[in-house]
Nanobody
Framework: QVQLVQSGGGLVQAGDSLKLSCAAS????????MVWFRQVRGKEREFVAQ????????AYGNSVKGRFIISRDNAKNTLYLQMNSLKPEDTAEYYC?????????????WGQGTQVTVSS
């Protein structure tokens, strides 16, 4: 079992940047595929970004491509999401999650979530 603890988030203005962190413990973080999701209350969960265990392969949702960067530091067991050029529509609760393979949709671990609010 792995525990994911998120930090970061908050209230920013449109155009600002923000960085989220997701610290893992209890399992070999370096072998996990890590993902960021976001969700607005009442709406479906949206895929944001994904990075493989080696850090060489990434994927981004269309709405954040070119603005957000997913990174990981396996030595620190930490996943990051650098969010640049934030827009009001980026306002959501953001979650990190871990899974065993790139293509599976089964997530064995979830962070507690962190709110990001972007004002216009």
């Amino acid at each position: 079992q792995v525990q994911l603890v998120q930090s970061g988030g908050g209230l920013v203005q449109a155009g600002d940047s923000l960085k989220l962190s997701c610290a893992a413990s209890g399992r070999t973080f370096s072998t996990m595929v890590m993902v960021w999701f976001r969700q607005v209350r009442g709406k479906e969960r949206e895929f944001v970004a994904q990075r493989d265990w080696s850090g060489d392969t990434t994927a981004y949702g269309n709405s954040v491509k070119g603005r957000f960067i997913i990174s990981r530091d396996n030595a620190k067991n930490t996943l990051y999401l650098q969010m640049n050029s934030l827009k009001p529509e980026d306002t959501a609760e953001y979650y990190c999650a871990g899974k065993d393979t790139w293509s599976t949709r089964e997530y064995h671990s979830w962070g507690q979530g962190t709110q990001v609010t972007v004002s216009s």
